[in-house]
């Protein structure tokens, strides 16, 4: 049974940084895309960024145009992935949730991941 953990959410004061884990387990992701989406009541599960496989021992990470030069999306291990927010607005405030699929290459859209987190809370007070 593959299960995602995300951790590393709370409440924040604009301005200041945050660092998200998720840890995968139940199979191995090595050569599989990780990602991270947010989601705020009424409004759809939102792509923000993800790791995918390019070669031995080698990921890359994309972004959604709206978070670039302030999240940044890490592979510590092929089955934990990080996301660390910098500058965090009150418009960051979201779930944010872990995703993975065995596909090779971009995935943006939700539909596109099998496995998900149930999700960690990020509120950005003004």
């Known amino acids: 049974q593959v299960v995602l953990v995300e951790s590393g959410g709370g409440l924040v004061q604009a301005g200041a940084s945050l660092r998200l884990s998720c840890a995968a387990s139940g199979r191995t992701f090595d050569k599989s895309i990780i990602g991270w989406f947010r989601q705020v009541p009424g409004k759809e599960r939102e792509f923000v960024a993800s790791t995918r496989w390019i070669g031995p021992h080698s990921y890359y990470a994309d972004y959604a145009d709206s978070v670039k030069g302030r999240f940044t999306c890490s592979r510590d291990a092929m089955n934990k992935i990080n996301l660390t927010i910098n500058k965090l607005k009150p418009e960051d405030t979201a779930v944010y949730y872990c995703?993975?699929?065995?596909?090779?290459?971009?995935?943006?859209?939700?539909?596109?991941?099998?496995?998900w987190g149930r999700g960690t809370q990020v509120t950005v007070s003004s």
């Open positions: 995703a993975a699929d065995s596909r090779v290459g971009l995935a943006t859209n939700p539909r596109d991941y099998q496995y």
